[in-house]
């Protein structure tokens, strides 16, 4: 079994919005794990009955207040397991992690220097105090994949809302 310490997902909103999937690659070490990111726009539809449903499409024209849903496919092109396989995407500064994020979800509101849960982290104010942080203040998300098989695929995905 081989460890992974870390992966950077380096997701630019530019450059995520052009181009919907974006093959990613490793730092560091040559890694079995291949990655491929793509951005969504969550569109409601309405059908000729009139029946109105959810869909990803596109993001070909997007305005504040708009959902996106960041995705990352992973899959283990290896011979052997892949343990303690990390994720981390920093949020394009354009989008804000959207409020009914799965709330067990690790993320940083301090570009990536502590992790946790939303409901747990903390940020100073210039006076000295503390407050919570908010979906607003996240600045990345990661997953920490304990095992990837070999073979073995995957999807991550985090809702996000154009600012």
Known sequence: MKPIKKLALAVAAAAALAMPALPLAAQGAPSPIT??????????????????????????????????????????????????????NPLPGAVQL?????????????????????????????????????????THVRWVLPTIAPGASGRLTYPAIIR
């Not at 009955?49 to 993001?59: H, I, N, S, Y």
């Not at 509101?109 to 503390?130: E, I, M, R």
Request: net charge negative; glycine share 10%.
């Open 35 to 88: 990655l491929n990111g793509d951005v969504k726009a969550v569109k409601i539809v309405t059908d000729a009955d009139g029946k109105q449903r959810t869909e990803l499409v596109a993001p070909n024209s997007i305005v504040p207040g708009d959902r996106l849903v960041f995705g990352t496919d992973y899959a283990n092109k290896g011979a052997e397991a892949v343990t303690n396989f990390v994720v981390t």
């Open 98 to 138: 959207a409020p009914d994020a799965d709330p067990a979800l690790e993320v940083s509101a301090d570009g990536g220097k502590t992790w946790g849960v939303l409901a747990k982290l903390t940020l100073s104010n210039p006076d000295g105090t503390t407050r919570p942080a908010g979906h607003a203040d996240v």
